[in-house]
């Protein structure tokens, strides 16, 4: 079947310093492949998406590559910011099974002034 | 009012109440989502409609009872709940469900007593 396996958190980071946040994923088919990401009290929203292998998303800073070798799509930033602590999610979506999209459970980011 | 918004934000019900959640999309979508978050769980999809039917129901008990009767509005109606219930309930919309980015509302966060 379908999942997403992401780092435990939570992560916590002095501000300034490199992000990395694993996420695995498997798939039948060829799955689109996402980040989204909640801060305290709000909803998700879309951080950035790779439709195909090898495609970079990309948005605030923060990247992910999709790898298809590896089945992996590890979120990145080069200097996190104390604004930037939130929960993030991994998720892919199949097209053959409509909009569901597939989560991961989350890792928190905690970035320490 | 844009995007996806959701009343109440808070919700706190008896076992033996009847309530309902509201979402409501300014996006000129054709496709909205219930979602469930859980501590500690990934998000679970719950009912996805389309062009306001639906289109998947993801094994969620009876107690739990959608409605669309717009493509602007879906509702969940709630009854006979139980304390494990208890949960953020988050609401999402697309253009279309199978290949669209979902926006998320902030949810309504539920209390079971």
């Known amino acids: 079947g379908n999942s997403v396996t992401q780092m435990e958190g939570p992560v916590t980071l002095s501000e300034e310093a490199f992000l990395t946040i694993n996420c695995t994923y498997t798939a039948t088919g060829y799955p689109s492949l996402f980040w989204y990401v909640q801060y305290p009290g709000e909803g998700l929203q879309l951080l950035l998406k790779?439709?195909?292998?090898?495609d970079k998303g990309s948005n605030k800073g923060f990247e992910a590559t999709y790898r298809k070798e590896t089945t992996s799509f590890h979120l990145e930033k080069g200097s996190v910011q104390v604004s930037d602590s939130a929960v993030y999610f991994c998720a892919l979506r199949v097209g053959d099974q409509g909009g569901k999209l597939i989560f991961g459970q989350g890792t928190e980011l905690s970035v320490k002034p | 009012e844009t995007g996806v918004t959701q009343t109440p934000r808070h919700l706190v019900m008896g076992m033996t109440n009847k309530k309902s959640l509201k979402c409501e999309q300014h996006?000129?979508?054709?496709?909205m989502y219930w979602y469930k978050q859980s501590a500690k769980k990934p998000l679970e999809l719950m009912f996805v409609y389309s062009l306001e039917e639906r289109v998947e129901n993801n094994s969620v008990p009876s107690r739990f009872s959608p409605e669309c009767p717009n493509s602007s509005h879906l509702f969940l109606h709630l009854h006979t709940l139980q304390p494990e219930d208890s949960a953020l309930y988050l609401c999402?919309?697309?253009?279309?469900?199978?290949?669209?980015?979902?926006?998320f509302g902030p949810g309504t966060r539920l209390t079971v007593l």
């Open positions: 996006l000129g979508h054709n496709a």
């Open positions: 999402a919309s697309s253009q279309e469900a199978s290949i669209a980015t979902q926006y």
């Open positions: 790779a439709t195909k292998a090898d």
